[in-house]
């Protein structure tokens, strides 16, 4: 294949998800190192984290309308995220595979020339039961050399 090489950025990471579970609500956040690129009229950002189940690496791929989220190692998950649109996904984890699903109620991002913003309201069905209101918002910014 031919074509011009693809510059990636090496940045740092913020993931924070809240979750809202019936009356409860959850925080996680992960600050990790990865790096960012734009390829056919899409962006990425790719990034490991170290989980109890092992490593687990992530691809987020941005593009106009959908936001795509694949992690493969010690978790293997696939998830599209689209406007007011239902995609079906799978999660694998070592002790068995569940069906879910998205439903995308908010999706929003922005790039600048060294950071950028994603931000995604989603409801998460696992097994066609509701497993929560889930908020992801990915920030990055250029790694200080």
Do not use: C
């Amino acid at each position: 294949m031919s074509g011009t090489p693809v510059e990636h950025t090496p940045v740092k990471i913020k993931v924070t998800t809240t979750i809202w579970d019936g009356g409860e609500k959850e925080t996680f956040e992960l600050t990790t190192f990865g790096r960012y690129y734009e390829k056919s009229n899409s962006s990425y950002l790719q990034y490991e984290e170290i989980m109890e189940e092992g490593t687990v690496k992530s691809i987020v791929k941005v593009s106009k309308d959908e936001t795509l989220i694949l992690r493969s190692g010690a978790i293997t998950m696939r998830m599209v995220f689209e406007m007011n649109k239902k995609h079906l996904g799978r999660y694998e984890t070592p002790f068995g595979t569940m069906g879910i699903s998205t439903r995308t109620k908010r999706l929003a991002h922005n790039f600048e020339a060294h950071s950028g913003a994603i931000d995604i309201l989603y409801e998460l069905h696992m097994q066609g039961a509701l497993a929560g209101t889930y908020h992801l918002e990915i920030s990055f910014e250029e790694e200080k050399k």
